[in-house]
Nanobody, 121 residues
Framework: QVQVVESGGGLVQAGGSLRLSCVAS????????MGWYRQAPGKQRELVAT???????DYADSTKGRFTISRDNAKNMVYLQMINLKPEDTAIYYC???????????????WGQGTQVTVSS
């Protein structure tokens, strides 16, 4: 069984910063890509940023230059540093981990429950 848990969301004023954290735990054999996605009210879930096991990162155009994704492979953790936040960044942020477990040697995607980020103008 695998658990993915996010933390670090909250309320911040426009121009402020937040750092999100996510940890994957359980019977994990190997983690490939980890990433952050977000879903604003009335909108579809969208990619924010992803990072491979080797550290190669990819960002949505709307977050480039403001958000930085990083990970700690030894701890099965991924982080999202967000600066210069805008009201349009308001959303529930979800962590995703593409991984193999000891009982299922096929890659599957696991999601956290999400953490709310609210940016006030």
């Amino acid at each position: 069984q695998v658990q993915v848990v996010e933390s670090g969301g909250g309320l911040v004023q426009a121009g402020g910063s937040l750092r999100l954290s996510c940890v994957a735990s359980g019977s994990i054999f190997s983690i490939d890509t980890m990433g952050w996605y977000r879903q604003a009210p009335g909108k579809q879930r969208e990619l924010v940023a992803t990072i491979t096991k080797g550290g190669s990162a990819d960002y949505a155009d709307s977050t480039k230059g403001r958000f930085t994704i990083s990970r700690d492979n030894a701890k099965n953790m991924v982080y999202l540093q967000m600066i210069n936040l805008k009201p349009e960044d308001t959303a529930i942020y979800y962590c995703n981990a593409r991984l193999i477990t000891f009982t299922n040697m096929l890659y599957n995607n696991y999601w956290g429950q999400g953490t709310q980020v609210t940016v006030s103008s």
